[in-house]
């Protein structure tokens, strides 16, 4: 028991003696900084004085810090979306859009609105402006817009935000209030930025497979577009600048004079190779006015935020509707090339107004194939009956052949000769297939860009343990497969029934074209696939109702021999 008392004793007086030396010092060391000072005293001999102007100028630099309001977060219920915007410059911190399903906009640290930028001396892009909100919470209904306020201060300047809210629509109103409440003018560098990551891969999947792909922005009625998101800097006069994707837009559309478009990257994109470790690179549009006030004064100026599907008629109320790409058409240089949109647009009304009357957007899509198809008729009767006649001049033509094997001109003048003789155009099949090339073209562009088919059914039968059954989703593949291989089976018999007018060896190679078509369609949107495959249906029924007449004509001189 002595033994165990001892040593409880020794190690009590240890622990007294470990915390003396290793805790009690922490109060002392405030005291000892005098020590250093002098401890020091051969090299300050001379900074002596001017280090007590370095210890005031500490303090008068974190002046600023100290108003600084705490970060509070507002919540804002719409019918179309769900947002959270911060204090911190009104910037989101979440945007969620209720089209259907539920479709996020802003990815923190990623993807969304960095809030408003002030630069009270004009130079430099400045800081974020921490505000105040007004309301903890908004709600939207009825048809009137509801509004948040954010009002702060920075450096001489009285700064005020109103967010407005449209109950019916994806677009935000930022209405901008800046006072200079100094003795002087001044001139202020205001900027509002939407920033996205320049490389996404390596991250899950948070979007719906909808990361911003490029910039577009509209300059004096053109609209322009950059699909490389490391380019250059650039600062230009325009009427409003996006991040573009296929199905979605995020867009700053100025409403006052006096903004400029501003694009921007910064940081380097990240590398696959590297397994996503070197830092990604971001790139950046936004909207920037630098106006000059005079004391006492106040400017104004008004910035339309859309976040939003890209539906072309909600575009179109913007002006936004140049953002849609339909690509365009390639012609010879000297003719330019021929805007799709003067087609696809069409198309993409006519599909819409469809889909008012059946209510299915697959059953619109068949229909639209249904009436092409009837327009382009007797242009497709025209062509599959010159290339039956040139498929019946082809022994012909292979008699020419093996006549003038080694006299290619002889060949040729003799081959046109056959061919004016029997009234026939050589061109006369491809010609009418080539006028529905830009239509069909423009069909297949209008279903690729339309976000109307996101998550539209044509024949859902349900889910099985997580499984779609058949096509849940137009804007999706056919996770069945069952439709490309149907396009591939009816593309198969359309070219088996289709006249061959060239080497009956060119016409074998042909038949793998279908193989090849059903494993570029296999993760396709269905919608597509829906429409190719209606095509090729329409094609065979169109081939067959042709050779009625020769089938039947066939039967009658079999029935006359049979009777001789």
Known sequence: MEKRAILAAVLMAAVFIVYQMFFFPESPVPQKPPAPTAAQSPAPTTPAPSAPPATPAAPTARAPQTPRPPQRLSTVEAPLYRTVVSSEGGKFQELVLRYRGEKPMVIVGDLGPE????????????????????????????????????????????????????????????????????????????????????????????????????????????????DDLSASSSSVDGDWVALDSVWYLAALLPKSPGFKLVIATEGKVADAKNGDKTPAGRATVAVKATPTIASGQAWEGNVVLYAGPKEHERLKALGLEGAINFGGFPLPRKWGGLPMEWLGVPILLLMNWTYKHVGNYGVAIIL?????????????????????????????????????????????????????????????????????VPIFYALYLALSVSVELQGSPFLCFGRVFGFDLWICDLAAHDPTYVLPVLMGITMFMQQKMTPTMGDPRQAKMMLFMPIIFTFMFLNLPSGLVLYWTVSNVLQILQQKLMDRPARSRATREAKDAGRA
């Not at 209030?177 to 100094?182: A, G, L, P, Q």
């Not at 008699?399 to 080694?406: D, E, F, G, V």
Request: proline fraction near 7%; hydrophobic fraction near 40%.
């Open 115 to 226: 809030g408003l930028f002030v630069a009270p001396d004009g130079i430099g892009p400045g800081k974020v402006v921490s505000m105040n909100v007004d309301k903890d919470a908004v709600t939207v209904t009825g048809d009137k817009p509801a509004e948040l306020v954010l009002t702060g201060e920075s450096d001489g300047l009285r700064i005020r935000e109103t967010l407005r809210f449209h109950p019916d629509g994806y677009a935000i109103d930022a209405l901008l209030r800046v006072e200079n409440t100094s003795g002087a003018s001044r001139t202020v560098a205001l900027s509002l930025p939407w920033f996205t990551r320049q490389a996404w891969h390596g991250l899950p999947e948070k979007f719906q497979g909808q990361h911003p792909t490029e910039i577009v922005w509209s300059s004096h009625g053109s609209v322009n577009r950059i």
């Open 368 to 436: 639209l194939t249904v009436v092409s198809k009837v327009l382009f008729y007797p242009l497709t009767v025209k062509s599959m009956r010159s290339m039956k006649a040139m498929q019946a001049l082809q022994p012909q033509v292979n008699a020419l052949r093996s006549k003038y094997q080694k006299d290619p001109q002889s060949l040729q003048r003799e081959t046109l000769a056959l061919y004016k003789k029997q009234r026939v155009n050589p061109m006369g099949g491809c010609l009418p297939m080539i006028a529905q």
